[in-house]
């Protein structure tokens, strides 16, 4: 294959150049830049269409109003109208409770699942395909597929002809207010686990061996070598994929959207990014909504540089 | 094989093999029933009759299976257009990735013109930025695109376009980009190959793995994305099929539904049973070795 590749340090280019000062060395210089930016042209017009000019259009449009296309200045106006709707805080209030619980669901559970199926010696190309099987779903096929025939209130469902089974109390799922969200977080937890998995599988087995005999020899039972060997060595992993999931499950949409009909029973289902869409498409406020948008973005940038600092901090000590 | 947790040794004497094998007997059979069970459940519930599928206890096996609802599903929604549609945007936000991101990953990584690292670092930072807090902005931006004023709502390029501004693709590539060695650059350019024949003939051949793993995430993330070609997709003759089941749920029978639900996941599922192997790998090497 032509993936072998020698692995000495690449050379800088230039230092192999005699470095005399010919004439035209501006001129090739400026060629060459030239050529760069043609073959960056096409990527950098797109970041700069979809990417960097929204976010700034973003923050712009949340203190502007439009209306009859006549565009405005409107200072907080939409940050009031939009913290006064009567959804906003029971929005923030599921989407935390669905951050949080699928951090207790969502996140120990491939964690475990990896180091289980990181021990086994066979079958392992099997259950790896299972784990990652419903990733690979369309998550609008997964979804109908949980609100009809799982959550089915009635014992013609799938989960409660189970609980049945196992003569356990059946539940009215997404039609009782309580059991809405832990429904959503098992829904998104079946779909979305594979991928954790298999990361935490690659980052299992570059623990070097040799730790666990050390640890081993030194009387250490399994749960012990779990938690003074697994956990330290990827403890890298472990705290990037918490932050990527607490940033993921926060702009929770479809779930609300397809298993709730989008509010759910009595608001509890409303995520923030359902009232954004809700307050964007259906409501006809595009700059409630970029108004919403950017408190999420604040939240979520505030979170995410606690946590840094956490963790970085721990490492010191 | 390395030593893992638990030591070879131990799970081949007596009561450690004994564990190990009703250990992976166990989670086999769990796994099996959690994972396969519910996609067997949609499968067989969508040939069951409107009144089989509200019966209790429900029934493991359709006493009647019919396809009824799969045509019905076929024919009501027109699946074959939404997946002619979808499988045409897959291909169209392949292309342009594969185009645009590889070159732009090329220039990074062996052109390096001036400010390349800030134009990365300005493409990196977008990770940062929650897809939700963009999706307004973005919607703006779309239905009037600045300076040229189109609207590019129903235009597959509302779809195409937003794709290649990936930052994670452009990341990997200029990654596997930077392993490979300068001097074959300089081989090259002493030759006379001018910039782009040395990308076609020599880089590329050489990136195949990684162009694989691209191109994978490029099809799947089309095939599974949902709210962002509801919006700028809204005719019926344009949406995907996710987007089109989503629309034509409301007022069709539920096991229709299903059926539609179920057709329109099994292009995703041979893909990934063709190509899981790279799949895979791509996954766990794309997000690990940074």
Not at chain 1, 192 to 202: D, F, T
Not at chain 2, 31 to 47: D, E, N, R
Request: charged share 15%.
């Amino acid at each position: 294959m032509a993936t072998t590749i020698a692995p000495g340090a690449p050379a800088e280019v230039t230092a192999s150049r005699p470095l005399g000062r010919r004439p035209g060395r501006r001129k090739r210089r400026l060629q060459s830049n030239l050529t760069g930016y043609a073959f960056l042209l096409g990527a950098v017009v797109c970041f700069a269409v979809f990417s960097w000019y929204p976010m700034v259009r973003g923050i712009v449009m949340s203190f502007q109003r439009t209306r009859r296309g006549e565009t405005t200045w409107v200072g907080w106006d939409n940050y009031e109208r939009i913290v006064n709707d009567p959804s906003f805080w029971t929005a923030w209030k599921n989407t935390f409770y669905f951050t949080a619980l699928a951090l207790v669901l969502g996140y120990a559970v491939p964690f475990f699942v990896a180091i289980l199926l990181n021990e086994f010696r066979h079958a392992k190309g099997y259950l790896r395909i299972l784990v990652y099987l419903p990733v690979m779903l369309p998550p609008a096929s997964a979804l109908f597929l949980f609100k009809y025939y799982a959550y089915d209130p009635s014992d013609a469902g799938l989960f409660n002809a189970v609980l049945k089974f196992f003569h356990l109390p059946t539940s009215e799922w997404m039609q009782s207010t309580t059991m809405t969200m832990p429904a959503m977080v098992i829904a998104s937890t079946w779909m979305n686990m594979g991928a954790a998995v298999l990361i935490y599988l690659a980052a299992l087995q570059n623990i070097p061996g040799e730790l666990y005999e050390a640890a081993e020899m030194d009387g250490a039972g399994i749960w012990r070598r779990i938690w003074n060997v697994t956990i330290p060595q990827t403890k890298l992993i472990l705290s990037l994929m918490a932050m990527l999931q607490i940033v993921a499950t926060m702009q929770l949409f479809i779930e609300p959207l397809i298993l709730a009909n989008g509010a759910g029973t009595q608001d509890s289902a409303t995520s923030v990014a359902y009232l954004i869409y809700q307050h964007g498409f259906f409501q006809n406020d595009l700059n409630g909504a970029a108004a919403l948008g950017v408190i999420m973005l604040v939240v979520l940038a505030g979170f995410s540089f606690v946590y840094v600092r956490l963790t970085s901090r721990r490492d010191e000590t | 094989m390395t030593r893992t947790l638990v030591s070879h040794a131990q799970m081949r004497r007596g009561r450690g093999r004994y564990l190990y094998w009703t250990l992976l007997t166990a989670v086999v059979i769990v796994f099996t029933l959690v994972f396969i069970g519910p996609l067997y459940w949609m499968v067989t519930g969508a040939l069951k009759s409107g009144q089989e599928i509200a019966q209790t206890p429900p029934t493991l096996w359709p006493e009647d299976p019919r396809l009824t609802n799969y045509t019905d599903a076929w024919n009501q929604l027109d699946l074959a257009k939404l997946l002619f549609n979808t499988f045409y945007y897959a291909a169209g936000a392949l292309v342009f990735q594969l185009v645009l991101d590889t070159s732009a990953a090329y220039a990074l990584s062996k052109l390096r013109p001036a400010f390349g690292n800030a134009i990365l670092g300005l493409m990196l930072a977008t990770l940062m930025i929650p897809a939700m807090v963009l999706i307004i902005p973005q919607y703006v931006t779309v239905i009037d695109l600045p300076i040229l004023h189109v609207n590019l709502l129903d235009s597959p390029l509302a779809l195409w376009l937003p794709a290649v501004a990936n930052a994670f693709n452009i990341f990997l590539l200029k990654r596997f980009f930077d392993s490979i060695p300068e001097e074959i650059m300089s081989a090259a350019i002493m030759d006379g190959a001018t910039p782009l024949r040395t990308l076609w003939s020599i880089i590329l051949p050489m990136s195949r793995p990684i162009l694989g793993v691209v191109s994978i995430f490029a099809v799947t993330a089309v095939w599974k994305d949902f709210l962002w070609p509801k919006l700028v997709m809204p005719s019926p003759e344009t949406r995907t099929v996710s987007v089109g089941i989503y629309a034509f749920s409301g007022g069709t029978p539920m096991n229709v539904v299903v059926a539609a639900a179920v057709i329109a996941a099994i292009p995703t599922i041979v893909f990934f049973l063709i190509f899981q192997k790279s799949i895979m790998s791509g996954l766990t090497a794309g997000s690990l070795k940074g």
